[in-house]
Every structure is written in C-alpha cells, then in structure tokens.
C-alpha cells in the first residue's frame, strides 16, 4: 500500500426499513479537517485521470455503481515511490480511500453504471488557485494501462 493511504471498510447496519451507512467521522483516528463534499459523477467507458493535490488529502467514497481507483506514488521522499495501488470499491465493496497529498489518482467506472464518488477533501476548492496537479491519462510518466483486464 502507498505511504499514507489509508482505507475504511464501511458496515451496512440493515434492518427491515433499509439500512443506514456510516462514512465518516469527526472523532475516528483517519478523520482530519472539512474543507468541502462534493459528488462527481463518472459515466462508463470515461477515465478521469491523473490529479494530485499540493495542500489536501482526499476522502473517496464510491456511493453509486461501482469504481476502479488508482493510485501512483510520484513523491520523491515516500519509502513508496514508484508504488501503484489499484482499488474497485462502490455498492459491492464499500469503502472510503483516503488519498495523502501529492499522490496522483484517477478513477474509472466499473460496468454498466455511472460511479458516483462523494469526495470530503481536507481543503476547499480555491477557483483562483486551484490545488491540481493534472497529468493526462494516458502519460507516459505512470505505468497503468486503463483497458479493461479480460480472462
């Protein structure tokens, strides 16, 4: 696992009604400051790839459908650099990633259905300096190939 990614097995608490799903918390030990929560939403066959952030730390959790996300560890001091990490969470696997600073990521939807991530990044969204570093999805900088596995 990259240095500094953390992820969260999220618990279904079901009963007759439907069930209820906690994702975040202010007093558990991988909560760190709100910025903002934001939902994007990410349609089949798109790659939204590759972003880091310089200030914040990045909370995604798949709340629709069902998510390939992908991490590549391009710091020069991490004990990891070079790693990447390769996560499918959504409805089948829930999950919050917590994704440090200046590790890039990007993400994919998984089958049929959009992926609907909800974000609780540590920072709000500067318009006037935005906090994004974006490389194109298919550089050559990060080894991933994002074509489906099949066999």
């Given amino acids: 696992m990259i240095d500094g990614v ?9 009963d007759e009604r439907g069930y209820v799903m906690e994702i975040l918390r202010a007093d558990e030990p991988i909560f760190q400051q709100f910025g903002q929560m934001y ?12 972003h880091a952030h310089r200030k914040q730390t990045d909370f995604f959790c798949c709340i629709g459908g069902m998510a ?7 710091r020069a001091d991490s004990p990891t650099k070079g790693q990447l990490d ?4 959504g409805w089948q696997n829930p999950t919050v990633l917590v994704i440090p600073k ?12 959009t992926a609907l991530i909800l974000n609780c990044p540590t920072e709000p969204y500067d318009a006037q300096d935005p906090d994004e570093l974006r490389l ?3 550089t050559p900088e990060i080894p991933y190939d994002w ?5």
């Fill in 86 to 89: 390769v996560y499918t969470i």
């Fill in 6 to 14: 953390k992820v969260k097995n999220l618990v279904r608490h079901p």
């Fill in 39 to 50: 939902l994007t939403a990410c349609y089949p066959g798109i790659i939204k790839a590759w």
């Fill in 68 to 74: 390939k996300v992908v991490l590549y560890d391009m």
């Fill in 136 to 138: 194109p999805y298919n």
């Fill in 102 to 113: 200046d590790v890039h990521h990007g993400f994919t939807a998984v089958g049929p259905e």
């Fill in 147 to 151: 074509s489906p596995k099949h066999g």
